[in-house]
């Protein structure tokens, strides 16, 4: 029966979690952030759902800052877990206030970048961040 079972080495793990961060990183940026990032800046007049009653600008900021500066960080492997929080609270907000009552195909998106975002701040960034660099732990 080991022929169904594959072995890895352990070393792989943190490749898998590299893959991860960079994957999981580049879409919320890539598809949500920069252009969140272009309302904020642009010349219209902010229009932005306001779910704690920060106002509209102040939500879309926040919103911008965690799927902006925060998936940089994500990707990068620094601050990693102190960067997922935004992150998870982001796309829990989403899932609550906008995604709630809709079917799971338009659900899946915000399910996945969640289930994402709360592993890795489970199982940390791994070997190739630069937590793992500028914060090693002495043995």
């Keep these: 029966m080991n022929l169904l079972r594959i072995e890895l080495p352990s070393r792989l793990h943190d490749y898998g979690l590299l893959i991860f961060r960079l994957a999981f990183g580049f879409c919320i940026l890539n598809g949500h952030g920069l252009r969140k990032l272009g309302r904020l800046m ?3 007049e902010i229009q932005f759902a306001d779910p704690f ?3 509209a600008a102040a939500s879309l900021g926040l919103a911008t800052f965690a799927e902006v500066i925060c998936a940089i960080l994500l990707m990068l492997g620094l601050f ?20 709630f009552d809709q079917t799971f195909s338009q659900q899946e998106t915000v399910i996945l970048f969640g289930c994402a975002f709360i592993a890795l701040f489970l199982t940390g960034p791994g070997r190739f961040s630069l937590d793992a660099l500028f914060f090693r732990k002495t043995r």
Excluded at 80 to 99: K, N
């Design 42 to 44: 642009g010349p219209e």
């Design 80 to 99: 990693t877990r102190l960067a997922l929080i935004p992150l998870i609270i982001v796309v829990s907000t989403a899932f609550f206030t906008v995604h």
């Design 53 to 55: 009653g920060f106002g």
